[in-house]
């Protein structure tokens, strides 16, 4: 199989055996081109397989998966909007199969690492569970019954919840949750006030754990908005737990401690999830391009509990 996750800096591309091993694993950054962005991105994961077919002549791929960020139509196999790289309407399935010349799984990037958390990681034990990435967006897998919840492409976009009064959205919204606590909102917002040029959430925390004021403050508003954003997901879905994972989740207690007890006092006679860190690690979208992938060439939308368990070694 061949695995591509498509975030809006990097690109991760891996070459998958039939044992559900990783063979090779690629990193480059993710074209933008404007408009044009879709069919560059398009172009790159055909150069990179090209690559993987040189590179291990031995393995022959016979299916794909394709995760991206934005907006997805996973049904039509459609992105259909990308706020931070500006596709509209992109055909990635049709476009990646003629390219590729194999069938091609096609998925959003986080409900793709939000089912390999789901058959093989932190959430495996939840029927009902949330799991939320948050990096350089915010975003979430929803997990009901068992079942991934999509919503015709837009479920799950905790991101572009309203949390605060400012700063603009990249997405025209004003105050979202991803504007106030996503890690590049975090070095963002602290750069501001500061005039400094720190280039992420990990150097923030460490100034505030240093002493200084105006990281502590940015920090803590973040975690607010994160505690606010999860009451509501909480009231309207109950889940068992929530999975966070992504580049903020790097900060362990740092982060999870403030937040549950920020959540818990928030909520009433609420259930109060488990909040676990994910533990599947910085491949998860490609584990979970993977296993759609698998799925896809099975003809199936679930994997089989043997094609699970062998694909469980791409995580070790």
């Not at 991760?12 to 879709?38: E, N, S, Y």
């Not at 999870?256 to 006092?265: I, S, V, Y």
Request: charged share 20%; glycine share 14%; net charge negative.
């Amino acid at each position: 199989m061949l695995a591509f996750d498509v975030g809006g800096t990097d690109t991760k591309a891996a070459l998958v055996d039939d044992r559900g091993r990783l063979v090779q694993v690629v990193r480059i950054p993710t074209p933008h081109a404007g408009d044009a962005t879709g069919d560059a991105v398009v172009t790159a994961i055909a150069g990179l397989a090209e690559r993987f077919r040189e590179e291990h002549p031995g393995i022959a791929p016979r299916a794909a998966g394709l995760l991206v960020p934005g907006h997805v139509d996973d049904d039509a196999g459609i992105g259909v909007f990308a706020e931070n790289l500006g596709w509209r309407d992109f055909p990635f399935r049709d476009r990646a199969e003629a390219a590729l010349g194999v069938p091609v799984a096609f998925s959003h990037d986080v409900r793709g690492a939000g089912e390999a958390e789901h058959r093989l990681g932190a959430a495996a034990p939840y029927r009902d569970v949330v799991v939320m990435a948050i990096g350089t967006g915010i975003a979430g897998a929803i997990f009901l019954d068992g079942r991934l919840h999509t919503g015709g492409g837009m479920a799950g976009e905790m991101g572009h919840s309203r949390v605060a009064d400012g700063p603009l959205c990249a997405c025209g919204g004003i105050g979202c949750l991803e504007a106030v606590a996503s890690a590049a909102a975090i070095a963002r917002r602290y750069n501001a006030l500061t005039g400094a040029g720190v280039p992420g959430a990990r150097e923030v925390l460490a100034l505030a754990q240093a002493g200084d004021e105006t990281a502590r403050g940015v920090w803590d508003s973040a975690v607010d908005a994160l505690a606010l954003d999860l009451s509501h997901t909480v009231a309207l879905l109950a889940p068992e737990a929530v999975v966070i994972g992504g580049g903020l989740a790097q900060a362990g207690p740092a982060l999870f401690e403030p937040l549950a007890e920020k959540l818990d006092a928030i909520l009433t006679f609420h259930r109060r999830p488990v909040l676990l860190p994910a533990s599947i690690g910085e491949n998860a979208g490609l584990i979970g391009a993977a296993l759609r992938a698998r799925d896809r060439l099975a003809g199936s939308a679930s994997t089989s509990v043997a094609s699970a368990a062998s694909t469980a070694e791409v995580a070790s």
